[in-house]
């Protein structure tokens, strides 16, 4: 929650829904929870603008309704965070279609663009789409098949409701009911599709769903784990430590710090069933021990009956993650030798600054250069310690340390900052070459129009003339950009991401 | 014994008795005792010798509860001195104590109770006798030490390995830190291409820092001789760089292997704003903004 948190969630308003939005999303942002009016009074926006607003914001779900001591009367929340994980719906779309296919993704992303759906529509949508974009036949049975397959693994949810009728209606969701597989009648499904029924008549009526955000991002964190693991020791050693964590949802709950002890047996019975690692199944005993007895300490001996179990300690795997980030930007902004003064200070806690030029081998001079280098830029700390004596001169140390829950929220900042930055780039990049932009588009929309009307392809090619080579080569250029300005965009959403799950775990 | 002719013979013989005598009383030899252990010494013959021992130094002169005691000193020290006046032989006492730390001037001058110019003759007379040499100290580069010419400085001034002329080599260290690293990489490296399973390859990735001192020795990088222990503070370093880790071993050395990290380089620090130097003074309005950032211009080109 800053201003430049606060930019970001108006940039990325803007970007989606446009100026009036994104003003009322701006203000909600800066007052936090007010009723309607109070919005429209600062906002000077006209009643019914607001309340468009409002209900997309509402739509998908980036703004939460409370009822007020009055009850007639709501009390809108902007759900901000909810706003910054629209720059991750590209990383959900890829994670689905990795793990579940083409057909998943499609649902998955019809779902993210409406933010909710009954399920027979949302099939229906589905099949369409595949037979105007990859001409293929889809049969409903096989897509029923993929949504439940989604809702049973929880990346679906269904969307709270109210029961009662009220003016402001509280919306609530029984646990029970959260993944309850809905009603499908095939039969009506395929009279509205071919048209001989109103959409009405769907059985599942009323019955939306959404994105379970949450369990996308349990399984990003999983992947993040695995990924530490395969890069810090090898394959085998990430598949275990992904089977391991697979078998520790059976028993606990997601977000736990502390896995609860997971036999070694079933994750060896694991590793025997899927035979796709025969190195890992070979070494299997020589595995468990060497990740236990690693110096990082994530996994550790939980019991020894039965063969023994291990436990992962989650929490503990994101406070060294966080600290390696960290790390590592203190590397590539200042040098690797800053970096070693960084670390020599996390190992030792607090320490003098002789003491940093003797142990990390730097000449005093520069030791001290990029010690208060580190020190200007927030990453280190300084304590003074006076020895109060009333007689001889005053003896004082300045010791070094880290804050590190500030140094990752500083970080986070500067994360917010670079996206308000590539964005806003990339908007001026726009406006810039708005004019050759939009004569593109202009042309592409004549030859379309000409390709139906059956023109030849003489034709076609006179007015693709119409873009100079100059104006190409411009176009090509911002195409780059945009490209690399975007997939940056997603590689600090990783960071963010591994940062947020520092701070989520603390 | 033919006592005429073997007089001048005789003095050193009993002269050397003296000594020897000295030699065995550290705490020092009364007149008592010489008379005791060397009966047959004639008394003027004693003063002479003792005379003549207390000038070249040999001897000296203790006097505890009325009674004097001599003491045998080294003559391999004392030879130095010969020549020198009173303030000199003080002065370069005061700096013999210190040893091979050395000794600030400003102690000399305490310790002395010389005046400043005085002592600074002193100083310079000594030191063009290569009686004493002045080291310049690592911890202050102004301050200057005196000692014993023949005394190799004491690590704590002159920095040990890692200084020449008071500079640090920063570069000798970077060199030595690369190479140390490639060596445990390579052992790590080959250990796994060994095979045999994940322990074993672990197990046999560990070095020692008499290993790497080995491989470094052979190398030849260096032209001064490394010890263990330097080569163990270099390890260290390679340790604050997150490329290796270290270990207690059941002897309680040291063992060393190269490690890699968990997390990839994150996303942040491949934009230019997340190494941007003035990214806290880049804001919408002023000079330094987004939308004409130069850093931003030439990544993207």
């Not at chain 1, 784990?225 to 606990?252: C, H, P, S, W």
Request: charge should be positive; glycine fraction near 4%.
């Amino acid at each position: 929650m800053s201003v430049q948190y606060g930019k970001v969630i108006s940039l990325i308003l803007q970007e989606r829904f446009g100026p009036v939005v994104e003003k009322v999303g701006t203000y909600l942002f800066q007052y936090g929870t007010v009723p309607l009016l109070y919005i429209k009074k600062n906002t000077n926006l006209p009643l019914s603008k607001v309340k468009e607003a409002l209900c997309i914001l509402i739509k998908y779900r980036l703004v939460t309704f409370t009822p007020n001591r009055n009850a007639n009367v709501a009390n809108y929340t902007l759900q901000h965070d909810q706003v910054l994980l629209t720059l991750r719906y590209a990383n959900y779309i890829n994670l689905i279609k990795k793990k579940f296919g083409n057909e998943c993704e499609m649902i998955v992303e019809e779902l993210l663009q409406r933010s909710y759906w009954t399920a027979s529509e949302l099939i229906l949508k589905v099949i369409e789409r595949f037979k105007k974009d990859h001409n293929k036949a889809v049969t409903i049975l096989s897509l029923r098949e993929k949504f439940i397959s989604l809702v049973n693994a929880q990346y679906l949810i269904r969307l709270p409701y109210s029961e009662e009728d009220k003016p402001v209606p509280n919306l609530i969701l029984p646990e029970t009911d959260q993944f309850v597989i809905p009603q499908f009648e095939l039969k009506q499904m395929t009279l509205v599709q071919s048209g001989k029924a109103p959409v009405d008549s769907l059985p599942d009526r009323g019955v939306y769903w959404t994105v379970n955000f949450d369990r996308f991002h349990q399984d990003m964190r999983d992947k993040l784990i695995v990924n530490a693991f395969t890069k810090k020791f090898d394959e085998n050693a990430g598949e275990f430590v992904r089977l391991l964590l697979q078998q520790m949802y059976i028993r606990t709950t997601p977000w736990a710090e502390v896995s609860n002890p997971v036999p070694v047996i079933e994750i060896r019975d694991n590793v025997r069933k899927q035979a796709t690692h025969q190195h890992l199944l070979a070494f299997f005993d020589q595995y468990v021990s060497v990740l236990e007895q690693d110096n990082s300490q994530l996994i550790r001996q939980g019991g020894e009956a039965g063969g023994g179990s291990l436990q992962i300690f989650l929490k503990e795997a994101f406070v060294q993650f966080a600290w390696e980030t960290v790390e590592q930007i203190v590397l590539e902004k200042f040098d690797s030798k800053a970096a070693r003064i960084f670390r020599l200070v996390k190992s030792k806690q607090y320490i003098e600054s002789d003491q940093i030029q003797q142990l990390a081998m730097i000449p005093a001079k520069e030791a001290k250069r990029l010690s208060y280098q580190l020190l200007e830029e927030n990453f280190l700390q300084v304590q003074e310690l006076k020895k109060s004596s009333s007689t001889g001169p005053n003896k004082s140390f300045t010791l070094f340390h880290i804050d590190i829950n500030q140094v990752i929220r500083m970080t986070l900042e500067l994360c917010y900052k670079t996206l308000y930055n590539i964005m806003t780039r990339k908007n001026h990049e726009r406006l810039v070459h708005k004019r050759i932009i939009d004569k593109k588009q202009r042309v592409e929309t004549i030859i379309m129009g000409m390709r139906v009307q059956g023109a030849g392809d003489e034709q076609l090619a006179d007015i693709e003339e119409m873009i100079t080579p100059p104006e190409k080569e411009i176009l090509q250029k911002i195409d780059l950009t945009m490209k690399k300005l975007n997939s940056v965009e997603l590689e600090i959403d990783e960071t963010i991401f591994l940062l947020q799950m520092y701070l989520l775990y603390q | 014994m033919n006592q005429a002719s073997g007089s001048g013979s005789q003095g050193s013989t009993n002269e050397e008795r003296l000594i020897e005598l000295a030699k065995s009383k550290p705490e020092g030899i009364s007149n008592e005792n010489i008379k005791q252990q060397i009966p047959d010494l004639p008394l003027e013959e004693l003063a002479v010798i003792i005379n003549k021992c207390l000038k070249n130094g040999s001897l000296e002169l203790f006097k505890t509860k009325d009674k004097l005691l001599y003491k045998y000193k080294d003559s391999s020290k004392k030879t130095t001195v010969r020549g020198a006046d009173n303030e000199e032989k003080i002065v370069y006492k005061i700096i013999e104590e210190a040893g091979n730390k050395g000794i600030w001037i400003r102690d000399i001058r305490f310790k002395s109770n010389l005046n400043m110019t005085q002592l600074n003759k002193v100083l310079k007379s000594l030191e063009t006798k290569k009686l004493i040499k002045a080291v310049k100290s690592v911890s202050a580069s102004k301050k200057k030490v005196y000692m014993l010419y023949d005394l190799e400085a004491d690590s704590s001034v002159t920095g040990g390995a890692w200084y020449q002329d008071q500079d640090f080599e920063s570069e000798f260290v970077d060199v030595l830190n690369q190479q140390c690293y490639r060596f445990l990489k390579q052992k790590s490296d080959e250990a796994n291409s060994m095979g045999g399973g994940p322990l074993l390859a672990r197990n046999r990735s560990y070095a020692t820092a008499s290993d790497v001192h080995k491989f470094i020795s052979e190398l030849g990088i260096s032209k001064i001789s490394l010890s263990v222990d330097d080569i163990e503070s270099i390890l260290y370093t390679v340790v604050l760089d997150n490329n290796a880790e270290r270990i207690v071993a059941t002897n309680g050395s040291f063992l060393y292997r190269a490690v890699s990290h968990f997390v990839p380089t994150p996303g942040i620090v491949k934009t230019t704003c997340g190494i941007c130097p003035i990214v806290n003074r880049c804001a919408d309005t002023g000079l330094i903004n987004p939308k004409v950032c130069n850093y931003f211009t030439e990544w993207l080109q």
